[in-house]
């Protein structure tokens, strides 16, 4: 059982515990594809209230990436996340030197800075494969458009 937060339900523990099994960053589907093997019962909306839950008392992570689906993450400490612009893929970044960033005094115009989220985007090394690529994109590949 989590510490630190309400008592997990039965469900709500087999969730966590199948999301982080997981290191792709499962959407809430994707998520509910699995737990359903072990809940046959289970609905989806079920899992996108637990997960909304655990995001909220800290638990896991709910990666939100402009228009994207929000996907899970089972490990609750701040890190950051590279996105695959083609597929949506998610994986984790090691950075190395940005760990104490929370601590650095951030001139914010006042704002005292309670969270931060750094993510990355690029091509995953499968999508590479799949186009042919070794990663090496001019800007407009990259879909950046020069102002005319």
Known sequence: MEQGTRRLTHQRQIILDELRSMTS???????????KAQLPRISLAT???NLEVLSQEGVIQKLETG?????????????CHIRCVR???????????????EAVHVDAGGYRVLNHRLEFDGVCPGCQAREGRTGRETGA??????PE
């Open 25 to 35: 960053h499962p959407t809430a589907d994707e998520l509910y594809q699995r737990v």
């Open 47 to 49: 899992v996108y209230r």
């Open 67 to 79: 228009g994207r689906q929000k996907r899970f993450d089972g490990e609750p400490k701040n890190h």
């Open 87 to 101: 597929c949506g893929r998610v994986d984790d970044v090691r950075t190395e030197g940005l760990e104490g960033l």
């Open 141 to 146: 590949e990259k879909g950046f458009v020069r």
